[in-house]
């Protein structure tokens, strides 16, 4: 018979006890919790370097698209800048229409419009189309300034836009295109309403 007071052999946990499997399956959490750390971290890592990788390729794209409106903008002021350089390198070429008398209605009375008109340009070829066409631009003036409401032109508002009507008037007569090779300018010399 055995005796009771000797030590006890330990059981190896076996399937069927309960408690015991309930131990192994902490341990085997234990083991996964600190792979699983593991794990995390190098997430944590890749996720943090695939961040960085796609704010500096946003970067270079966004860069590279700044750079392209930079480019054309700067194209645009080169382009301007040239220009400029070409006006100051011309000189200004008058050419005199003359004086110019219109008769404008007002108040059932009849007013005058008295101007002396120049034109001012920088291509030769145009403002020598343009002495060479006087007669038809003398012709147009008239027929403009003879349609103005007399109270406008007395205003220097009015005048101005009357400036600038008879600027289109000479460029239309002349078939040149506004933003192309053009009369400058209308200046004028004398005006005098009555």
Known sequence: MADDTSPKKKKKPSKQDGSNDAASDRDADQLEE???GKRKLFLLIGIAVLMLALG???GYFAGGMRSDDTAATDGVEEEEAREEK?????HNIYVTVGKLLAAVEHNGGT?????????VGYEKEI???????VPA???RLLLLFSSQDFDEVRTIAGRERLRLQSLKAVNDVLELDPKGDRVEDVYFTAFVIQ
């Open 34 to 36: 600190g792979g699983g």
């Open 56 to 58: 500096a390729g946003a």
């Open 86 to 90: 070409k006006r100051e390198k011309r």
């Open 111 to 119: 007013r005058y419009i008295q101007a002396e008109v120049d034109l």
């Open 127 to 133: 403002m020598d189309d343009a002495q060479h066409n």
């Open 137 to 139: 631009l003398r012709n």
